[in-house]
């Protein structure tokens, strides 16, 4: 029958025992019985996508004309850079990918504070500093900048606009911190240069004591101090009316460079939480009622066996939890009809040897030999069809992370983990629980418990 079937058993519930745990608590804590201190802390609440909890859905498309091309470099260089604005901005479980050769696709699970989010990701981000000589402009000013070899003031003689010298830009800072001045009233920006950023503007100050040293962002003016001596040090403060909000999001978009192609909003869509909430209801009703629909048929067609095949399920249902809510998969609609359609291929493996058992017990073969003859037999087929749904996710995956289709991405994960546990069920939980059960009891009448 089965070699080790002690370890087996000792295996199986050590398995479950953990999986129930993780399944049941919110925070996974292990302490030490010496000082009561924490060896071991995990957050294991379940994530819910977009669709499960509501949030913001925005597409983002490159701001250039519709028959230039965009770099693909280019467009995974804005893809970090939104994802890493977001992350600091204190959003979790965000999900940023590409779509297609020029889009990128941005989900926001519950995420309430939906405008300084877009107002983050959507800004290029090109921070300068600008030499304006005399003049002082205001802030929100829109000034004309570029790099100029003499380092003054041009005017363009086509619209008497005047284009002021770019010093430096942004990708010399080396460290950017929020904090507050001297009377801890206002919220200002706190800067550290590079090496090389920090030559370039202590030249800069040292020769232009009394000018205005103007800083730009996207070319709207920031704020525009006066050198009052020379700052060689490398350190400097940006102030400019921040709010702290204001302030973390300028330090953010400061801290994560500027983007490479220009971003515009081309959709956005916010999800509620009570239709995300009433999606969940309706998913978790609709699996209850079909599990419980096939266990009725497992247990009316296969009796026994059938018995031990709803014990299995149930046991690979708490196992694939835990496994989603340690790992933090975010669980999403399309995820969970992969987790049920996973469920199915559980139940086929159980299918396939009870059948093969069946017809064992048909040939005359005793109770112990149809058992190991079903498995034995039925295994190819189960490895088939299971290679086949792995491969299948896999190219599912693949295509969902290409073209953005997150919701291809979320079935296909789920899918395959559910196909790699539920082989996991199928072959080494129902195969032990079987033989425990008929080892304690053992029928006579196969028609009665075996539906042969």
Do not use: C
């Not at 965009?70 to 804005?78: G, H, N, P, R, T």
């Not at 049920?340 to 058992?357: C, K």
């Amino acid at each position: 029958m089965i070699r080790n079937l002690t370890n087996r058993i000792a295996i199986i519930a050590l398995i479950l025992a953990f999986a129930l745990w993780v399944d049941l608590s919110n925070d996974i804590e292990i302490l030490n019985p010496v000082n009561n201190q924490a060896l071991f802390s995990r957050n294991v609440e379940p994530r819910l996508g977009l669709d499960l909890q509501g949030g913001l859905q925005v597409l983002l498309e490159a701001d250039i004309p519709a028959n230039q091309q965009v770099d693909s470099q280019a467009m995974e260089i804005a893809r970090d850079i939104v994802q890493q604005r977001t992350d600091a901005l204190g959003v979790n479980e965000n999900v940023i990918q590409i779509a297609g050769d020029r889009r990128i696709v941005g989900e926001f699970p519950g995420l309430e504070d939906t405008e300084s989010v877009l107002a983050t990701i959507q800004q290029t981000g090109l921070l300068e500093f600008v030499d304006t000589g005399d003049y002082s402009p205001e802030e929100g000013t829109i000034l004309n900048t570029d790099y100029s070899p003499t380092g003054e003031p041009v005017e363009l003689p086509e619209s008497g606009e005047v284009l002021y010298h770019t010093i430096m830009t942004g990708s010399e800072l080396d460290a950017v911190t929020v904090g507050q001045d001297q009377l801890a009233t206002n919220y200002v920006i706190n800067f550290r240069l590079k090496s090389e950023g920090a030559r370039i503007f202590g030249d800069h100050t040292s020769a232009n004591v009394g000018k205005f040293l103007t800083i730009v962002l996207d070319k709207q003016v920031i704020s525009s101090p006066r050198i009052e001596s020379a700052i060689t040090g490398g350190e400097g403060t940006i102030t400019g009316g921040f709010t702290f909000e204001s302030a973390n999001a300028f330090a953010v978009q400061l801290r994560y460079g500027s983007l490479p192609v220009p971003l515009k909003i081309v959709e956005t869509r916010i999800i509620g939480p009570t239709l995300g909430a009433d999606s969940l209801n309706k998913s978790l009703r609709a699996g209850l009622i079909g599990m419980v629909i096939v266990a009725m048929f497992m247990i009316l067609y296969y009796r026994f066996p059938g018995i031990v095949a709803v014990l299995s399920i149930l046991i690979y249902a708490a196992v694939a939890f835990a496994v989603f809510k340690w790992f933090h998969f975010t669980l999403t609609l399309p995820g969970i009809a992969g987790f049920l359609l996973s469920t199915g291929a559980a139940l086929d493996a159980n299918i396939l040897i009870f059948e093969r058992m069946k017809e064992e017990l048909r040939n005359g073969r005793n109770l112990a030999q149809a058992v190991d003859q079903g498995w034995t037999r039925a295994w190819s087929s189960i490895r088939d069809s299971n290679l086949a749904a792995i491969i299948t996710s896999l190219i599912l995956f693949w295509f969902g992370s290409t073209f953005g289709a997150t919701i291809v991405k979320g079935f296909s994960l789920t899918l395959a983990l559910g196909v790699g546990i539920s082989l996991f069920t199928a072959i080494y939980v129902t195969r032990t629980l079987l033989v425990i059960f008929l080892q304690g009891f053992k029928p006579k009448n196969y028609d009665l418990w075996f539906g042969i």
